[in-house]
């Protein structure tokens, strides 16, 4: 991996450069301390290494260090939109659309002669919101309905949703302003305020990943031609169907029929746990219908491996968390605590792979329930593993994860649910 990397800090609205992080296994520094709930001290904005050979940038939104409204990952997406040239190709999912701004970008760029493809959840047909009026003046532009009323474009279930946040860019620009080909940009923000620019989230963009590149188009290509499969079954490892391996990063698409795999506790079964081992889980919500990952984390804990979760919720309904999952974890002696408006979906792991420690990112757009599994449109992504003493991509989730956990409420079994 290359030793070049970044990541950048904002206090209030200045930005710092940080350095020389501490790896693991275990220092002090990487336990996640407490401070004062309510206080953010400082917010990570963005993150950027080498990772499986490929240039990646992560940005990340922490609305409380900006008065409660982030638009760093909005205003990225943007600026990939922007550089793309004419006679470039864009394709977008969009799982929900309210900020004017991403819809007048994406239209701008179909005027400058840039070829733009966009699938949206089917609820979004009969929005009224200005920026949805704006998307259909893509020429090429789809929502996502199904014949028994779902907002899926593959799922036919009734209550699916089209809930990918995916785009690709034939060419356009890093941060920095090189031209790169085959970019792919994916995480947990919607392009909305609620849950978006008002909420935690994190995004990947992967730069000059012709792999990665194509296997997502050809999820973009199933979800604009319709392409259904009996039981929902779109997700296949013995076919090959609904998922995407490259160097930099693997992706896994939803949805897979009932009673079969589960994408994320497969992921999570390559790791050995032990005493070096650190889990950190970032999730808007958590449910009871996803118990393999339950089971997951409670081996990850009997390994001896420390964990650390932040869940969503708010002081006045308490943590987006099933009473029987969080009494199993909070017994198996997993750090649970409550912030309000977290709309990240990751997990992040220093472990044993095989015979190696890695550090190593899993994010996406898949929540901990049933229906991110079997019945919408996700992608879950696992990054490369980073090795060594310099993991940019990981510290940059470290410190994202810390944002919002060393600012929200300690949950116990007494206070369920967590207020």
């Known amino acids: 991996m290359d030793s070049t990397w970044v990541i950048r800090r904002v206090v209030a609205v200045a930005v710092l450069t940080l350095a020389g992080m501490a790896c693991e296994p275990p220092r002090p520094e990487y336990v996640a301390h407490d401070v004062d709930v309510g206080t953010v001290e400082s917010a990570i904005s963005s993150a950027s290494g080498t990772v499986g050979g490929k240039l990646v940038w992560a940005h990340f939104n922490t609305p409380p260090a900006f008065g409660g409204r982030d638009y760093t990952i909005t205003e990225e997406l943007k600026r990939l939109i922007n550089n793309t040239p004419a006679g470039g190709t864009i394709r977008g999912a969009i799982h929900s659309l309210s900020i004017d701004g ?5 239209v ?3 005027a400058r002669g840039v070829s733009v493809w966009v699938v949206l959840d089917g609820k979004n ?9 704006t998307i259909k003046q893509l020429t090429n532009h789809r929502f996502c309905t199904n014949s028994n009323g779902g907002g899926g474009c593959i799922s036919t279930s009734a209550a699916s949703n089209m809930h990918t946040k995916m785009f690709t860019f034939s060419q356009t620009t890093d941060p920095s302003g090189v031209a790169r080909p085959y970019v792919s940009w994916f995480g947990s923000a919607n392009l909305t305020y609620a849950s978006g620019s008002d909420a935690f989230n994190n995004t990947l963009t992967v730069y000059d990943a012709v792999t990665l590149f194509d296997g997502l188009n050809a999820n973009f290509s199933d979800m604009w031609n319709r392409r259904h499969y009996t039981n929902n079954d779109y997700y296949d490892s013995a076919s090959g169907r609904g998922y995407y391996l490259a160097t930099a990063a693997d992706a896994y698409a939803s949805p897979e029929a009932v009673g079969q795999t589960d994408t994320i506790v497969t992921r999570l079964n ?3 746990p032990d005493a070096n081992c650190r889990l950190r889980i970032g999730m808007s919500f958590v449910t009871t219908g996803r118990p393999e990952i339950l089971n997951q984390v409670l081996r990850y804990r009997s390994g001896g491996c420390a964990v650390w979760m932040v869940v969503s919720g708010n002081a006045t309904d308490g943590i987006d968390m099933s009473l029987s999952v969080y009494n199993s974890l909070l017994d198996a002696g997993v750090n649970i605590r409550r912030h309000d408006k977290v709309h990240d979906k990751f997990f992040l792991v220093y472990g044993k792979y095989g015979t190696t420690y890695q550090y190593r990112v899993y994010t996406g757009s898949q929540n901990w329930s049933q229906d991110a599994l079997n019945e919408n449109e996700e992608i879950f992504v696992k990054m490369a593993g980073e090795t060594g003493t310099v993991h940019p991509l990981y510290d940059g989730f470290y410190n994202h994860f810390n944002d919002s956990y060393n600012t929200g409420v300690t949950c116990s079994k007494s206070n369920y649910p967590c207020r």
């Not at 009969?126 to 920026?131: G, H, I, K, V």
């Open 125 to 133: 047909a009969s929005s009224t919101d200005p920026a949805v009026t």
């Open 108 to 110: 701008a760029a179909q």
């Open 270 to 272: 390559d790791v050995t």
């Open 102 to 106: 991403v819809a007048e970008t994406l």
